[in-house]
């Protein structure tokens, strides 16, 4: 590209630098009409429109998917190398592309995992597993990996991947892009098939399954695993009948939707981290999504002190929270009991500041209807606090990942979808135009 770009520009004269101008006016018009949004709220637009620059300038159609930092490497030694992890980043990258009507900027987002195929399929016999198995930071082969071959005791990093599958066809229908992604999809569900084990024709359980990387090999039934199950599934099923293939094997993937184990809603007070925040925070009676059925129980919870704005860390980048965003898995149309722990997890999490999930918290605290002044405010000083002047955000868990905090959390303001029914403007302040 820069060779080509150098070539291009030596040989211009003035005519010819015009029409590139032109070219590339023409290009940023056709992608500005594509969305937009105006709200009085400058501060969050002006971080709307940049977060879709940003990504508009590391991530084409004929490019290499942009790792942690993009295009923005600004010294040797860039964490984790700047590869593309599994654990959210690699993925968050691409949500408001999808979520704001780009998918042409998450062209290059599945040739990763169509590429990993054949290894993923090779790491699962090397583990006594079959299907898709993969680490949760990827390179090219050979494969640098700052797992250290312990997948951080994660089975989920394939079908965390496979989720941004699953949005983008639930996004387009776009029968050729199922076509494209059908073999990776099928792999990842050929892995949970075999490892999900049944108990007593009653339900389907997944053991030892590390809830994030700060979890362990006695995980039970992860809140996000059964989510990313719950979505994936079911648009592999509509794919599999529009593609006209496996037939034979979408019984088995509606029994499994239909017999997993449900999300492990719990009261908060049996939570040793909850229980401790007091009377003034937790209330009898309250439930919360735990991270797991068993083991890993919740992030830190960041209620008592979020007000000081400070970066922290509740979690390693996955958490129960996830289930709404991007799992897609509780929205305004479920249960009021589900809905009601939904929002007490969000509360209790408050991770209007952390250091990895941004990107996924926002959007899961305006899916649910949490107070939208509230969703505005802490966005607003978010931007003041932890963004750059060129708009890019200094929280710790990556770079490119949060591009998606603004323009997911303003999508899930101004229109969901991901349920059954069209829910127009569903949290957004009634005195705010």
């Not at 942009?66 to 600004?74: A, C, D, E, T, V």
């Not at 990313?228 to 599934?233: A, E, S, T």
């Not at 390693?316 to 589900?338: K, R, Y």
């Not at 941004?358 to 649910?368: N, Q």
């Amino acid at each position: 590209f820069f060779a080509a770009a150098q070539q291009q520009t030596q040989g211009a004269n003035a005519s010819a630098m015009n029409g590139l101008l032109q070219e590339h006016n023409q290009w940023w018009s056709n992608f500005w009409s594509k969305s937009f949004i105006q709200i009085q709220d400058q501060l969050v637009q002006s971080e709307w429109n940049a977060s879709l620059y940003l990504l508009a300038c590391c991530s084409t159609s004929n490019s290499p998917p942009p790792g942690l930092w993009g295009n923005f490497i600004s010294s040797t030694g860039m964490y984790w190398e700047g590869d593309y992890t599994l654990d959210y980043n690699y993925q968050a990258t691409f949500w408001a592309a999808l979520a704001c009507n780009h998918p042409e900027l998450a062209d290059n987002y599945d040739g990763l995992l169509l590429d990993h195929i054949s290894r993923g399929k090779s790491t699962a016999q090397y583990w006594g597993f079959q299907g898709i198995f993969l680490y949760t930071h990827l390179i090219p082969v050979p494969g640098w990996s700052d797992d250290g071959y312990t997948f951080w005791s994660q089975k989920s990093d394939a079908i965390f991947a496979a989720v941004n599958c699953a949005m983008r066809w639930r996004y387009t229908h776009d029968t050729n892009y199922a076509a494209k992604v059908y073999p990776y999809m099928k792999g990842v569900a050929d892995f949970w098939t075999n490892y999900l084990v049944l108990s007593n024709n009653i339900a389907y359980w997944d053991y030892n399954d590390a809830a994030d990387e700060s979890g362990g090999t006695s995980d039970v039934n992860p809140a996000t695993s059964l989510a990313f199950i719950q979505l994936v599934f079911p648009s592999l099923n509509e794919m599999s009948q529009v593609l006209n293939v496996d037939a034979g094997s979408r019984p088995l993937w509606t029994n499994i939707v239909a017999k997993l184990s449900p999300l492990p809603i719990v009261p908060a007070t049996s939570i040793s981290s909850l229980s401790a925040l007091g009377a003034n925070y937790v209330t009898s009676g309250m439930n919360v999504i735990r991270d797991t059925a068993s083991g890993t129980a919740f992030p830190t919870p960041e209620v008592a002190v979020y007000q000081d704005r400070q970066t922290r860390g509740s979690s390693a980048g996955m958490n129960s929270t996830q289930v709404i965003f991007p799992g897609w898995d509780v929205g305004l149309e479920s249960a009021p009991a589900t809905l009601a722990a939904a929002s007490n997890t969000v509360y209790l999490a408050a991770e209007w500041y952390d250091g990895n999930d941004g990107c996924t918290f926002y959007p899961s605290a305006a899916a649910i209807g949490i107070n939208p002044s509230l969703i505005l405010k802490n966005l607003n000083f978010a931007i003041i606090d932890h963004a750059y002047p060129n708009f890019m955000f200094s929280f710790g868990g990556g770079g490119t990942e949060d591009y998606s905090i603004v323009p997911c959390a303003l999508a899930n303001m101004f229109l969901q979808s991901y349920q059954t029914n069209l829910h127009i403007f569903p949290n957004w302040p009634a005195t705010q135009n």
